[in-house]
């Protein structure tokens, strides 16, 4: 159904790296939320007065609360397609991560309170209320729910929407919510979980054994972890994470792909809220080439990464020497040593200062954060290296670590 209406309502559905794009969808799957959670309110309202059951009813208001969370997404990708303002001149596009953030903080509310309910049930077991009305409702519920943790899930990943996510979550959670609806609130991940929760029932059905609280109980620790993984996602942009490496490839090859960039560092990608982002990185240019042209150069490799990226950059050009055989010796040689150090470790920026004494070399290195040293400890060693290679040879070095790994 939703790829139906997508075809319908969004004209260019594929481009999803585009911020009207991306809003459109998560316009329509909360919209959608909405409508369906409504829909299984008025049928469970209609079953609970109907059969006379408190349980089913009460799941009925459940799906309110669910509707206030597809409300919730909704809201998000409105505020976030804001255009800039004075107050706000890169966008709004955070707003998506708070509203993916409170959807975690629903999930997280709904597992204490399903633990606090499930733990009562096993200290105070009570008999479940089983009728084939409430069981058949309560089973469209679970195939709708499923539907709804599908469709979000699918879409959400394919547009990289954490706050889409964090709803899939949602439906999932409450997936388990509906299948033990006899008075305890339980919750699954899938066909097996709700095997589990409707063999509970039975088993309390056919042998007495009040088995629906220690399955609640389980399904509420499956509740609190989707909550936690929910609100990891939204909170790590938030942060400050590192950029997607699949991103970093695109913006190295495009900037790497003219033939007068030498070499890319200092990349840093600003996450603004998806789709809205800012780069900023060095271009290392040949030192005795046109600096007009270079620069024009420069200014088309901007322009690409905004039409194919939906980023805007700002490059830095660093002059390196290209045609001093020394130079290039040396500074393989240096790139060699400082594997020492750490193998995953890099330097640019490389240039020599000779002088009648001794010659400097000056450079930036970058240490994975990973490595066990600080960055001075890292420094030292490679002085020492450098030292090792010539007597008369000092390194001038930066260590640094990088924003994209």
Not at 173 to 187: F, L, Q, R, V
Not at 214 to 237: H, Q, R
Request: hydrophobic share 45%.
């Amino acid at each position: 159904m939703i790829r139906l209406l997508a075809r319908w309502l969004i004209p260019d559905r594929e481009n999803v790296t585009s911020p009207a794009v991306r809003r459109a969808y998560g316009t329509l799957c909360g919209v959608v939320g909405i409508v369906l959670n409504i829909l299984l309110f008025a049928g469970k309202l209609f079953a609970g007065q109907l059969s006379g059951s408190i349980a089913v009813t009460a799941d009925a208001f459940n799906n309110l609360s669910d509707a206030g969370s597809s409300a919730v997404t909704l809201l998000g990708f409105r505020l976030a397609g804001r255009k800039p303002d004075t107050d706000h001149p890169f966008g709004h596009g955070r707003i998506e991560y708070i509203s993916g953030l409170a959807v975690a903080g629903l999930i997280l509310l709904m597992g204490v309170e399903l633990a606090k309910s499930s733990f009562e049930k096993i200290l105070h077991p009570e008999e479940v209320a089983f009728s084939a009305l409430a069981l058949g409702i309560l089973a469209a519920s679970v195939c709708v729910k499923l539907y709804m943790w599908l469709y979000n899930r699918s879409i959400g990943r394919r547009i990289k929407s954490a706050a889409m996510e964090a709803t899939a979550m949602d439906s999932l959670s409450d997936t388990a919510t509906e299948a033990t609806s006899g008075g305890c609130k339980s919750s699954f991940a899938g066909a097996a979980a709700t095997a589990a929760v409707l063999l509970a029932m039975l088993i309390g059905k056919w042998t007495g054994l009040a088995a629906d609280g220690y399955v609640g109980l389980v399904v509420a620790l499956f509740i609190l972890f989707s909550a936690y993984k929910a609100a990891k996602e939204t909170l790590s942009p938030l942060l400050g994470q590192a950029p997607d490496p699949e991103l970093v490839r695109e913006i190295r090859d495009i900037v790497m792909a003219h033939g007068t960039v030498q070499g890319v560092h200092d990349l840093v990608v600003h996450d603004y809220g998806p789709g809205r982002c800012m780069i900023s990185l060095h271009a290392e240019v040949p030192a005795h080439g046109d600096i007009l042209e270079m620069h024009d150069i420069i200014d088309n490799i901007e322009k690409e990464l905004a039409e194919k990226l939906h980023c805007q950059a700002v490059i830095h050009m660093d002059p390196i020497v290209t045609d001093d055989a020394l130079v290039g010796a040396l500074r393989q040689q240096v790139a060699e040593a400082v594997k020492q150090v750490d193998p995953g470790m890099t330097i640019h920026d490389f240039r020599l200062v000779r002088g009648t004494t001794h010659t400097n070399l000056i450079f930036d290195a970058v240490l994975p954060f990973s490595s066990g040293k600080t960055t001075e400890q890292a420094a030292q060693e490679i002085r020492r290296l450098v030292k090792a290679l010539d007597s008369t040879y000092f390194a001038v070095v930066t260590v640094e670590h990088s924003y994209t790994a």
